[in-house]
């Protein structure tokens, strides 16, 4: 039984990955034992022998401090003895709360005990020594220094311990990334060879359905578009074949596209500059000198179709600034409602013509950062649009409605609708909108992708959405 490489890659990449998901879970049970070492050193043995010192010194400073408060009786001195006492008992309990180990904690709360015996002794002799009362004065001495002894002794006992915890656990460490490092190397080892291994048999299985599809790829790289890769086998490969057919119906489909384009410009271009050179030719030929009339209507015509050829080739620039991202965006705080009627009233006289109803609900909007030119562009275009495609005493709605962080815009006709496979395609440059009638409507095909370009620029999105016979809704949304 052959298997596909697809069963082949799954079945190795199976084995690879058990194979490494057993080393990882090795490697992270050894890296857990080793933070845990680590946290237990620096969490515990680190802070405990830091915390022993600084204890051992504010212990000697109290003792210091009370010794020199029994001979001057300056109350100063007893007061820095409290000073000491506090930073004391603020260290110990920060130790306690820091340290997670069971030995250290008793430890500290044994030394907590002690150091509660010893500042109660104090206090007990300051209070004779304030009443003036005679009393024990060798007593108290002794048995001061014998618990300040036993505290330094305690302390200098905890922080040897902790200093022997770390080197064990430091040692214990060393000797478990030994172990770890020569597993590591065997299994790292098997795993190269095993790979090597699947490496050659997986490339012996598709280097023949490679060298056809390499053979395929020279043919596109010379313009030959023909999706003819026909390799049924192996199923990986034969899916990739699929791929690069499909490559080549997209290719063969933008080479329609370019000379789609060319045709369709030099008709666009064509006409207007016909109009001008036939102008210019009656002009030079005299016709209309005796006629001042014929002669403003030549050049009338020859104006209006140099408008029309400059406005053309300024829409093609300018698109290509917008995907270049190099036209420059002048935005300003914008009523958007005024912005909507004032684009709307260049296009009234259209309206009327057709005897098209134009219902604008757009009010109450948030001021919105927005280069008006360019905005006031993109409702030209969109109202134009739905101008073009709306039948006589036809119907356009202008809505808006804020969502989220973003105001939404609709420009709803009443046309014939757009095929659904059209929708998408329908904002890409000089592919124009194709109602659902099939009916060929002029235009240049940059209206729409010029919308888009501008909206993205200004963070928004551009879409629509039709429904054949009963018409579109195209939409932009705009950051609040």
């Known amino acids: 039984m052959r298997f596909s490489i697809f069963t082949r890659l799954a079945t190795s990449y199976l084995l690879l990955f058990s194979m490494f998901a057993g080393v990882s879970l090795f490697f992270i049970s050894h890296l857990n034992r080793f933070n845990q070492l680590m946290e237990s050193i620096i969490h515990d043995d680190t802070v405990i022998m830091e915390i022993s010192d600084k204890l051992s010194d504010l212990l000697l ?16 001195l007893y007061e820095n003895y409290l000073q000491a006492k506090t930073d004391f008992t603020t260290l110990l309990k920060k130790a306690q709360v820091e340290t997670f180990s ?8 044994e030394i907590e005990l002690k150091h509660t015996i010893f500042s109660q002794l104090i206090e007990t002799e300051k209070s004779l020594i304030l009443s003036a009362e005679p009393y024990p004065t060798e007593y108290y001495e002794d048995e001061k220094k014998k618990t300040a002894n036993a505290l330094i002794s305690r302390l200098a006992q905890i922080r040897n311990e902790s200093e022997s915890g770390v080197f064990r656990k430091i040692n214990n ?25 699947i490496a050659v048999i997986i490339t012996r299985s598709i280097i023949t359905p490679l060298n056809i599809m390499k053979a395929k790829t020279k043919e596109i790289s010379m313009g030959n578009f023909a999706g003819d890769l026909h390799i049924t086998s192996p199923p990986a490969i034969h899916e990739l074949a699929v791929s690069i057919n499909d490559m080549c119906h997209k290719l063969q489909a933008i080479d329609t596209i370019k000379s789609d384009f060319f045709s369709h410009m030099s008709h ?25 009339e014929r002669q403003q209507k030549i050049l009338g015509i020859i104006a209006h179709e140099s408008e029309r050829l400059i406005q053309m080739v300024n829409a093609l620039l300018d698109l290509a600034k917008m995907e270049a991202g190099m036209l420059d965006y002048n935005y300003t705080a914008t009523d958007m409602a005024a912005l909507v009627k004032e684009s709307l009233s260049t296009l009234m006289p259209l309206a009327e013509a057709k005897s098209i109803t134009i219902s604008n609900t757009v009010s109450n909007l948030p001021r919105l950062n927005v280069d008006q030119e360019r905005i006031k562009q993109v409702f030209r275009n969109l109202i134009g649009n ?16 804020v969502a989220d962080e973003y105001v939404q815009f609709s420009v709803t006709d009443t046309g014939p609708g757009i095929p659904a496979a059209e929708l998408e395609r329908i904002f890409i440059k000089f592919q124009q909108v194709i109602p659902a009638t099939g009916e060929s409507i002029k235009g240049t095909g940059l209206g729409l992708a010029t919308v888009r370009q501008i909206i993205l620029a200004h963070g928004g999105k551009a879409w629509a959405t039709s429904q054949e016979g009963s018409g579109s809704t195209f939409y932009i949304s705009l950051p609040a």
């Open 61 to 76: 400073a109290e003792s210091r401090y009370d010794r020199k408060f029994v001979v001057l009786k300056d109350v100063k």
């Open 102 to 109: 069971i030995t250290s904690k008793e430890s500290l709360n």
């Open 173 to 197: 460490l060393r000797e478990e990334s030994i172990n770890v490092s020569t597993i590591a190397v065997i299994i790292t080892t098997i795993s190269l060879l095993t790979g090597l291994l």
């Open 268 to 292: 666009e271009l064509r006409t207007p500059l016909t109009s001008i050179q036939q102008g210019t030719h009656l002009l030079i030929e005299g016709h209309g000198a005796k006629s001042p």
């Open 386 to 401: 739905a101008l073009k495609f709306t039948p006589q005493h036809g119907e356009i709605k202008i809505g808006a409605e």
